[in-house]
C-alpha cells in the first residue's frame, strides 16, 4: 500500500513599503500589486506560473492588513477564492518572522506539509525552467532538505547577496557553504569567475515539520513566543507581533543549519530592485527604448518611459528613465535610478501623500479617485462594484454631496431610502453616516463633492 503524499502549499511574501518602484509603487500600493507589464500584477504572475507544478488553489498570502483587501481582489481577478489563503501580519518583521508565521497556520490545518517560499514581486523570463526547479526542490525537500534556489549569475551584480555553493547534495543541488552579504565589485567579478556562488533569490522549499524543528533548535526563544502568542488562535496582537526580532530567515536559519541546500537555476530571474533592472528584464525596441503608454520619441536611446494618463514626449535624451502617475512625475539617469528610496524617505518626512497612496485608492465595495483638491472643496469619483455597499461619514465641519454619474444608487439615510438616479444629488450633513448599495450586476459611478474651511481641507488633504 502506498503512503499518501503531503500537500505542498506555495506561500507567498507579500509585504513591502513601495520604495524603490516609487512613484508607481506606494506604501499602501507596493509594487506586487503594480501591473508594470502585461496584463496581470506581480503576485498575479508569480501564482499564475506554479501552476502546473504546484496547486496554487492551497496558495498562502502573507502581508500587512493595508494591502489584504487588493491582494483579495488580486487573487479574485485570477480565479482563486481568497477566503482562508490570506495571512495578515500585525506589522511588518522581516521573513522569518512571516515564515514562521505561515508555517504556525499551515500546521493548523496538516500534520505536515511542503512548504515554498516566493516573494510575491519577482519576475522570471524562463517559466519551463522553473517548473522543472520546483519539481526538483520537491523531492530535495521531501528528502528533509531546506532549499534554497541560487540563481545563477551572469554578471558581477552587486546589488545582491551571494550564497557559495559546496558539495553536491543531489537533484543538482549543492551544499550550502556560507551566505555571503552584497559584495563590492571586484569580489562580485570573483565569485562570477569561480562558478559556484549564486544570488540569493529568496525562494525556498522545505518539509514543515522540518523547518519548524530548525526554528526551535535554532531560535528557541522566537518559536516558543510564536506558540504562546498564537496558542491555538488565527491571529496576533499587535504589540506581541512587534515585540519579535527583525531578522532575516537567511540570519535566523539558513546561515546556521546543517541540512541547508542550494539549487542553481537559470532562470532569467530578477526581483525589480529597481527602475534599472526592470529595463534590464524587459524586451527593447531598436533603439534599445522600453516604452509603455502614451509616448512619442525623437532621437533618443537606452530610455525607459512608462505614461500613465498624460502624453510623455522626449527628444535626444539617452540613458534616462522617466515614469508617470497622475500626481507624480519621477526622472532620473538610469544608473542612479535606484536612489528613488532616498526621495521616498524626503516625501516621508514631509509628510507628502504621494509617499502613500495614489489618487485613486481600492477599496472592498470598489475605487475612490481624487478629481481635484483645492482649498475649501474637494471632488472624487466612486466607482461601485455590483452588489456592494459603503458608508460615506462626514466628520464636519463641512458638507458632502454625492451625485450619480452611471448607474442607480440605493441610499439609505435617516431611516428613509433614496434611489439616487444619474443627475440626482443627496447631501451628508455633519456628523451623519449615509449607507450606498449598489443592487445592479453593474458597475456604478458616483461623484463625491466635499466643501469645507480651508484651512480644514489643508490638513486633511
Known sequence: MTSKAIPVYPVLLAGGSGTRLWPVSRELFPKQ????????????????????????????????????????????????????????????????????LALRHILQ????????????????????????????????????????????????????????????????????R?????????????????????????????????????????QPDMSERFRQMMNGSPSLALEDYASLPNVSIDVAVMEQTKIGVVLPADLGWSDIGSWKSLYDFLPKDEANNVLNGDVIVQQSDHCFVMSHERLIAINRLSHIVIVETPDAIFVSDMETSRDVKEIVAILKAQKRLQAQKHTTVTTPWGSRTTLEAKPGYRVHRLNMFPKECAEIHDEGPGVKTLVSVDGTA????????IRLTPGSAVSVTPMETIRIENPSSDEIRLLEIETTAPDTQEENA
Not at 135 to 150: D, K, N, S
Open 178 to 218: 556560507r551566505f555571503v552579504e552584497k559584495p563590492d565589485r571586484r569580489t562580485a567579478e570573483v565569485y562570477l569567475a569561480s562558478g559556484n556562488f549564486f544570488w540569493n533569490s529568496g525562494m525556498f522549499a522545505f518539509r514543515a515539520s522540518v523547518m519548524a524543528r530548525e526554528f526551535a533548535r535554532l
Open 109 to 176: 490545518e496538516v500534520d505536515d506539509a511542503v512548504v515554498f517560499i516566493f516573494p510575491a514581486d519577482h519576475v522570471i523570463r524562463h517559466p519551463k525552467r522553473f517548473q522543472e526547479k520546483l519539481l526538483a526542490a520537491q523531492r530535495l525537500a521531501e528528502a528533509g532538505h531546506i532549499v534554497t534556489f541560487g540563481i545563477k549569475p551572469y554578471y558581477p551584480e552587486t546589488g545582491y547577496g551571494y550564497i557559495e555553493g559546496g558539495d553536491p547534495a543531489g537533484e543538482a543541488a549543492l551544499s550550502i
Open 410 to 417: 440605493r441610499i439609505l439615510q435617516n431611516d428613509r431610502e
Open 33 to 100: 500589486l503594480a501591473k508594470l507589464f502585461g496584463e496581470d500584477s506581480l503576485i498575479q504572475a508569480t501564482i499564475k506560473r506554479l501552476s502546473p507544478a504546484l496547486d496554487t488553489g492551497l496558495v498562502r498570502i502573507v502581508c500587512g492588513k493595508d494591502h489584504e483587501s487588493d491582494i483579495g481582489r488580486h487573487l479574485r481577478e485570477i480565479g482563486i477564492d481568497p477566503q482562508n489563503k490570506i495571512i495578515t501580519e500585525p506589522c511588518g518583521r522581516n521573513t522569518a518572522p512571516a515564515i514562521l
